[in-house]
């Protein structure tokens, strides 16, 4: 199976609440949160409004698939809001794949046609937050993404492009 992407347009306003609700990654047993916790201002920060000039993100599709697997996208917010702020030009990133396709190697496709789609808009590094315990991390790393703090209890990963 080979991937395709688009771009994450505003049309897909509905489509991007999804997949942050389905980032919204806990360790087991923990099942997902409840859908109001899309609504908690530190969350809603990293979809509300979709399609601003500098946000920038990729739906994955499987060929002769019309649904989407998984989104990867980044936004640019004010001076320290959300987790993984660094500074005011490095854009935070967040990611899912529906669980179905989850650890088949589609999330780092996915994350690396991403961050090339950010490389060629000129952003410089790109931040991102994950818990330690999230398996996910690893393939965060074969990015190129590095460990550079902790917030809240979750490791703050950059990568420079």
């Known amino acids: ?3 395709r992407f688009s771009p994450l347009l505003p049309q897909h306003q509905d489509l991007l609440w999804n997949f ?6 806990d360790p087991p047993p923990a099942g997902m949160r409840p859908l109001e916790t899309l609504q908690l201002p530190p969350i809603r920060i990293y979809a509300e409004n979709w399609g601003r000039a500098s946000d920038l993100g990729v739906i994955a599709h499987i060929e002769r698939e019309e649904n989407p697997i998984g989104a990867c996208w980044m936004r640019l917010l004010p001076d320290g809001m959300g987790l993984a702020y660094i500074d005011e030009q490095t854009p935070q990133l967040g990611i899912a794949l529906l669980p179905a396709y989850q650890h088949m190697g589609f999330g780092k496709v996915m994350m690396l046609a991403a961050l090339d789609a950010a490389r060629q808009r000129g952003v410089k590094q ?3 937050t994950v818990h330690p315990q999230n398996p996910a991390a690893g393939m965060y ?3 190129g993404f590095v460990q550079t703090g902790i917030r809240n209890s979750y490791l703050l990963m ?3 492009l």
């Open 158 to 160: 950059q990568v420079k």
């Open 1 to 3: 199976m080979s991937l």
């Open 141 to 143: 790393s074969s990015c």
């Open 126 to 128: 790109v931040s991102l």
């Open 20 to 25: 942050l609700h389905i980032a919204l990654w």
